[in-house]
């Protein structure tokens, strides 16, 4: 099978300290090791396609040359101003938009030359928001939690 990950964190970037990374490792390198062409898009400072394991690791920027057409511009700078003002929710929000819509573009440029099986996008950071609801290959979602939410969930750590 033909296997696409999207993700904001994998264990080739500098933020691999979070469960998902780790997660993300484990099972990508597992598939691969049974045979599957397994290939993980990922958030990053750099922009290149590695070897990893195994695993063909496609890092992509939050570009803003990429993004700055139509309506991601317009974000950015809106954005810019939520940080000022110290909004960090909304500011998040459209960190994720970016997030998902470069995972998005990236993914359907390498759909142009490889056919999918399947594609598992994180939850985090919107990283499946896109392409959940554009793809034409069966997506699967990993929903992430977040371990303040059941602490206070379950009143206990």
């Known amino acids: 099978m033909k296997i696409a990950f999207l993700t904001n964190e994998y264990i080739t970037e500098a933020n691999a300290d979070g469960g998902l990374a780790s997660y993300l490792g484990r099972v990508t390198g597992a598939l691969a090791r049974r045979g599957h062409q397994v290939e993980v898009f990922v958030i990053s400072k750099h922009r290149e396609d590695i070897n990893a394991r195994g ?70 950071m919107a990283a499946a928001g896109q392409i959940a609801r554009k793809s034409a290959v069966p997506v699967v979602v990993r929903l992430s939690s977040y371990a303040p939410y059941w602490t206070q969930a379950y009143d206990k750590k």
């Open 55 to 124: 695993v063909l690791v496609h890092r992509v920027p939050i570009s803003g040359r990429r993004l700055l057409a139509g309506k991601i511009k317009a974000l950015y700078t809106i954005n810019a101003l939520l940080y000022y003002l110290r909004l960090p929710t909304f500011y998040r929000s459209i960190e994720a938009y970016a997030t998902s819509h470069t995972l998005h573009q990236a993914f359907q440029d390498r759909v142009k030359a490889v056919h999918f099986d399947i594609i598992q996008a994180a939850s985090y």
